[in-house]
């Protein structure tokens, strides 16, 4: 098992990034602490993680509460014994299909808050446990990588949240890697899975995404699921400030 030993904290857990990630590290021996705002759906995802041989512990954590996530970093370290991987998959309410000129400042700011914010109050929470360890990895995700905006369609700030997070990804490492600590992104241009059936059909996005792509199929959860376990194991154990690029060729480098 890969990850074999590993204590894993996933914010937004429950969603279906956080649920690939979260039941792909516990398939490779990770405990993961799976945490979010909804105590049902927590319990659902640690109760089928269990069910298939892993390890799992639910707690409602808001990702953007400082002192909440402080102090469940600190509850994990202190009954486990480490934080080794970390990564924030939150809900960022990103306002889509009103041009920007449109848009209000509120639905603008809003994704580019949550992203930024949600990404430096865990990531910090999870650095401070990690260079007491002198290793750990973090994780942040989303994008295509390729910094480029989305022609003929509007996503307001989402973009530019995901940019400040791939940012924030590289200054983190920067720091951290001194301590032995990782810091990477996963960027799949886009999950057709986890799109909004309405939205989907009424944009075609699945068909924009896979469109784009040279293998002419788009990222898949499992396809997450089993890079996020790579990104975290030793075999990544010379990758830092750099992203893992999922997009089925959507973006090339």
Do not use: C, W
Not at 163 to 178: C, I, M, W, Y
Not at 216 to 224: G, L, P, Q
Not at 225 to 251: H, K, P, Q, R, Y
């Amino acid at each position: 098992m890969l990850l074999a030993g590993k204590n894993a904290i996933v914010y937004g857990a429950a969603g279906g990034i956080g649920t690939a990630m979260s039941t792909a590290f516990a398939r490779e021996g990770a405990k993961v602490h799976v945490t979010g705002r909804t105590e049902k759906t927590l319990a659902a995802l640690a109760d089928r993680i269990r069910a298939d041989g892993g390890q799992a512990e639910a707690a409602v954590v808001d990702a953007l509460d400082e002192d909440a996530v402080n102090a469940h970093a600190d509850a994990v370290a202190a009954k486990d014994g480490s934080v080794d991987i970390s990564v924030s998959v939150i809900d960022i309410a990103d306002h889509q299909g009103t041009p920007l000129a449109d848009m209000t400042l509120a639905d603008f700011e809003r994704p580019i808050h949550i992203a930024v914010r949600s990404t430096f109050v865990t990531a910090r929470a999870a650095a401070r446990h990690m260079i007491r360890q002198h290793s750990g990895v973090i994780l942040t995700f989303g994008g295509d990588g390729g910094g480029e905006p989305m022609r003929d369609y509007s996503i307001g700030g989402l973009q530019v949240a995901l940019n400040a997070v791939d940012f924030l990804r590289r200054q983190l490492a920067s720091e951290l890697g001194q301590h032995g600590i990782r810091v990477l992104g996963l960027h799949s241009g886009g999950i057709p899975e986890g799109l909004p059936p309405d939205l989907d059909a009424r944009y075609g996005i699945s068909d924009m995404l896979v469109a784009k792509t040279m293998l002419k199929r788009a990222a898949t959860f499992a396809d997450v699921g089993n890079v996020a376990v790579f990104a975290a194991s030793d075999l990544a154990a010379s990758m830092t400030a750099t992203s893992l690029n999922i997009t089925a060729g959507a973006v090339s480098d």
